[in-house]
């Protein structure tokens, strides 16, 4: 009789490590949403009790309400964005991108946000070519996501830098957003890509942020196979640098 015994290991860190990212997700996503429904029904409450016949307060406080209305669309809006891409990790984007016509576009679109900010955005743009093989939506969303940071955390008066330009290697395009600006701390450089991390949550918050815009960045770009790295100086500025295979 030949008896034989099958032993098999599997560890369950990574897998209890995934769960804990996934409850914690959860937990910061309700949080985010939590907090601006509350004032809106704090001031549902006041516009139907105290201030009911008040009608400067009744503007005011419809204002406010329509800003913590906003965020928390915008907040819904990032957080389908960020569950579309990782829905398509794994699958080849397709589509030829000219990148300097598309920082063009993105350029364009933010020009009512530098404008009230007083910051210009200067682009300096390929000499040669700039086709990567890519998915246009996402790629305007990356550019988008830095530009609106650099004009959010740039010092009013200052200019926003976009240079292009095939990199030394000769197969990637290397894109760098330039602020002048708040920067950050180096200490803080390492998780800024995590969702939901920010260096001052107040100051993102008053701005409009979510914290999952570089989150965003980082999926699209490792989608596209590119690289995303950032240098910055505290109250200097800050350099968001990306990489892009050439088509
Ligand atoms: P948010 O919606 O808060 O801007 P992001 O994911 O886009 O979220 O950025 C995360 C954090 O990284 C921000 O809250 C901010 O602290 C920091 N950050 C991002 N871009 C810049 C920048 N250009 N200058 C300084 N800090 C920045």
Redesign the pocket.
Known sequence: ENRQLIVTFQSLTELKRVEALRSDFIANASHELRTPLASLLGFIDTLLGPAARDTAAREKFLGIMRGQAERMSKLIDDLLSLSRIEMHQHVRPTGSIELAGLLREVREGLMTQAKAADIEIRLDLFAGPSSTTGDRGQLYEVFE?LLD??I???RNGTDVEVTAALAPSGNMLLVNVR?Y????PSEHLPR?TERF?????A??RE?G???????IVKHIVNRHRGKLMVE?TENKG?T?KILLPVE
């Open positions: 996501n940071n650099a959010k955390y740039g602020d600006g708040v920067g950050i800024l991390y920010r260096v001052d949550a100051r993102s701005m942020g979510t914290g999952l815009g570089l989150a910055s800050t968001f």
